[in-house]
């Protein structure tokens, strides 16, 4: 059984999507052990709380420099006895002493289909303002490893979602998540758990 650790920054509802996946049996060989938010008052604590899982904050602000933040997040995270971090809808920057600790350990979930519309800059609502600006018909949500590249590491899974004429970025934001981001973040957890990715040069082979 692997240890998660899901790291948090808002509303929470990618850790409530594997909040409820646990729940209903659908992470095999995997428990959320721990939630850390990067600033305290976020919803995503409430919704930790009232799951039962053990939450802290570490928050970037706290710290001096980025090394004793890097620091303090790599001893929660050991307190955790942590197998798998999860970026939820994390904000904070993750410093490559961190990176290094989790080499392809470490997933993240981005609201589109990476190479498109991601990288510094590109999170929560910009996002989807981007893809509206841009006129493209078809986005989605990619799970993918972390590395020292923002959004750069090796894709997991992707999703596509229509864009409709209708659109704002928050329709299409909401769109987004219920079709893509809640369905590909337990599913890529749950294989990482049960040992099903293999990456060969930057190359992500889900086993079925
Ligand atoms: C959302 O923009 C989501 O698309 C992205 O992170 C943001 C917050 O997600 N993954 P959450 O509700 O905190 O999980």
Known sequence: MLNICVLVSGGGTNLQALIDAQKNGKIKNGRIAAVIASKPDVFALTRAQKAGIPCSVVSR??????????????????????????????????????????????INIHPSLIPAFCGKGFYGLKVHEAVLARGV????????????????????????????????????????????????????????CEGRLKVTDGHVSVKD
Not at 65 to 70: K, L, N, R
Request: charged share 20%.
């Open 137 to 192: 018909k078809i986005t989605g949500a990619t799970v993918h490893f972390v590395n020292e590249i923002t959004d750069g590491g090796p894709i997991i899974l992707q999703k596509a979602v229509n864009v409709l004429d209708a659109d704002t970025p928050q329709s299409l934001q909401k769109r987004v998540m219920e079709q893509a981001e809640w369905v590909l973040l337990p599913q890529a957890v749950s294989a990482f």
């Open 61 to 106: 602000k706290s710290f001096a420099d980025p090394s004793a933040y890097s620091a303090a997040l790599l001893d929660a995270l050991k307190q955790a006895e942590t197998d798998l971090v999860v970026l939820a809808g994390f904000l904070s920057v993750l410093g490559e002493e961190v990176i290094a600790a989790y080499p392809m350990k470490i």
